[in-house]
């Protein structure tokens, strides 16, 4: 079955940075676009940024624009997100998702991890 795991979250300082990683399994990674989104508590689910198939397009939510680097490594069935200058208000579950389109909707990724907590403090 379809397995993405999420890792790289924790506690960190506002200013700081982490990257986090989603290792795929059980399907064709480079057939899938991928996408990270988050949730803080109380709030709905946020889109943060996408990633095509190739890794030729990328794009991001308005609030992570500037700070934040999606990447993926087909060869490895990884997608990254680099995460730099963070702020409390980025405290969240971050979650990785898996796509045969590319967009900003959570209706169009079929599969999803179990999400991994990022605190920022200030």
């Known amino acids: 079955q379809v397995q993405l795991v999420e890792s790289g979250g924790g506690l960190v300082q506002a200013g700081g940075s982490l990257r986090l990683s989603c290792a795929a399994s059980?399907?064709?990674?480079?057939?899938?676009?991928m996408g990270w989104f988050r949730q803080a508590p109380g709030k709905e689910r946020e889109f943060v940024a996408g990633?095509?198939?190739?890794?030729?397009?990328?794009f991001y939510g308005d609030s992570v624009k500037g700070r934040f680097t999606i990447s993926r490594d087909n060869a490895k069935n990884t997608v990254y997100l680099q995460m730099s200058s963070l702020r409390p208000e980025d405290t969240a579950v971050y979650y990785c998702?898996?796509?045969?389109?590319?967009?900003?909707?959570?209706?169009?990724?079929?599969?999803w991890g179990q999400g991994t907590q990022v605190t920022v403090s200030s």
């Open positions: 998702a898996a796509a045969r389109g590319l967009g900003y909707s959570a209706t169009l990724y079929n599969y």
């Open positions: 059980g399907l064709t990674f480079s057939d899938h676009a």
């Open positions: 990633i095509s198939r190739s890794g030729g397009t990328t």
